[in-house]
């Protein structure tokens, strides 16, 4: 179901990588955070939606990139693979996605992408600096793309822009966008085309991969005992139809400037009583495989869906020994199997999720991994992303049946970065 294009693109992609390497250039958290924010003391009543004062995008060190390249003893054999060439630390690269602070980069998110080969970046916080700035943050990022780093592939720049409490760039050139229970009372024609307007506005901050929109199908009736969805009016109605409808109508318009987006939380947020960024233990006791806020996703992938995000609630009714993120029988069984997702999967934040501090940030990478995901999302907390990176190589080098899961996962980033537009 999800749409491939040929080596070709592929081919011309990696070109246009190494060439952009070569010319080597260059928030306040609101609370509770929902889906990528930073974690605050474990609770679990719902904090106040009010956001903390927005900072803006500051200005910090221009990261630079490495010289030449490594050995690739580890890579592929084959020549015409796409991994030829490609050590196993860059495929590795290609699984994690590191934050990059709005407020306050810090030194280890550009040392991540040089010396850890990570391939892809986060704008995580809020800021109110408008696009220029934002594309100046992310021009210094990617302008660490080389031969070395990350085998001369671009990166996926992602952020949150769902709208009303979660937007995270404001400012000049950006819209001030309505919360999702807003948005699903206009007609799709014009969700689409508002939502290929805000689209146009990540492009031109540099942004190519938005993680929105929520399709968490949320109980009318409990919405405001839902912290993570319903109390921040984050869900597209509360029907099966209203969510599809304008889930699909913003993920169209979305694509339609350029811009990537991913669905989520599978298999939904909707029922949960806490906030698995804040608090421990966050379980789903209803909802099964075949339960409607499952099927909302289902639609969501035959509409063309190439990205899923996964939740790390755990779902008692589907797998009740993991979290969904780590469970092969939620991402493997379900997602992958019966309903037929070939695209990437990736997690929600890994980093600091109170829901997942029961693992070390390596083994939290490996179980996702493991499980059948492409993509480990270290966004609160880029501090652990070279942990996951280590562990993920240390875990491929002493198990050949998790190395093939490293290149068939790095396998399907790089299709989706070939299909983006650009």
């Known amino acids: 179901m999800t749409p491939r294009r040929g080596a070709a693109r592929l081919a011309a992609l990696l070109a246009a990588g190494a060439l952009l390497a070569a010319c080597s ?17 474990a609770t ?16 910090s060190p221009t990261p630079t990139a490495s010289g030449s390249p490594e050995p690739t003893g580890e890579a592929t054999e084959r020549p015409d693979d796409v991994l030829a060439g490609w050590t196993l630390r860059q495929k590795v690269g290609q699984l994690v996605m590191v934050g990059v602070s709005l407020s ?11 010396d ?32 070395r780093s990350t085998h001369g592939t671009p990166l996926l720049v992602a952020t949150d822009q769902e709208g009303g409490k979660v937007q995270v760039l404001r400012g000049p050139g950006f819209s001030d ?86 669905i989520k939380h599978f298999p ?4 949960v009583t806490s906030n698995t960024d804040t608090t421990a233990h966050v379980t789903d006791d209803v909802t099964t495989r075949d339960d409607p806020s499952v099927d909302v996703f289902a639609q969501g992938i035959d509409a063309g869906a190439r990205f899923v995000m996964m939740s790390t609630a755990v779902y008692d009714e589907i797998d ?34 109170v829901q997942v501090q029961g693992w070390s940030p390596g083994r939290r990478a490996v179980e996702a991994v493991d499980a059948g995901v492409d993509l480990v999302l270290a966004s609160a907390d880029p501090s652990v992303a070279p942990a996951m990176a280590d562990a993920l190589v240390a875990k ?22 070939a299909d983006l537009p650009g």
Not at 25 to 33: C, I, K, M, Q, Y
Not at 268 to 271: I, P, S, T, Y
């Open 44 to 59: 679990s009543a719902p904090p106040s939606p009010t956001p903390s004062p927005t900072p803006t995008a500051t200005t």
């Open 177 to 262: 966008m309505p919360e999702a229970t807003e948005q699903a009372t206009w007609k799709p024609a014009t969700l689409r085309e508002r939502a290929r307007g805000w689209g146009d506005e990540l492009s031109d901050a540099g942004v190519n991969l938005n993680l929105a929109p929520v399709m968490d199908l949320v109980d009318e009736a409990d919405a405001a005992d839902n912290p993570p969805i319903g109390y921040f009016h984050r869900n597209y109605g509360y029907t099966p139809k209203s969510v599809v409808r304008s889930a699909d109508a913003f993920a169209a318009g979305q694509r339609a400037a350029g811009v990537e987006p991913v």
């Open 25 to 41: 250039g260059p928030a306040g958290e609101p609370s509770p955070a929902p889906g990528t924010s930073s974690a605050p003391p």
């Open 320 to 353: 009740p020994d993991a979290p969904a993120a780590f469970s092969p029988v939620v991402v493997g069984d379900l997602l992958r199997g019966e309903l037929g997702f070939d695209g990437v999967v990736m997690t929600d934040d890994l980093s600091a999720a």
């Open 116 to 147: 850890d080969h990570v391939g892809n970046v986060f704008l995580h916080g809020r800021s109110t600096a408008g696009v220029e700035a934002t594309r100046d943050l992310v021009d210094r990022y990617t302008a660490l793309v080389s031969a």
């Open 104 to 114: 306050d980069p810090a030194a280890v998110s550009a040392d991540a992408i040089r």
């Open 396 to 417: 491929a080098r002493k198990d050949p049946a998790f190395a093939k899961k490293v290149d068939a996962s790095a396998r399907r980033v790089l299709a989706a970065k």
């Open 268 to 271: 939904g947020l909707g029922r």
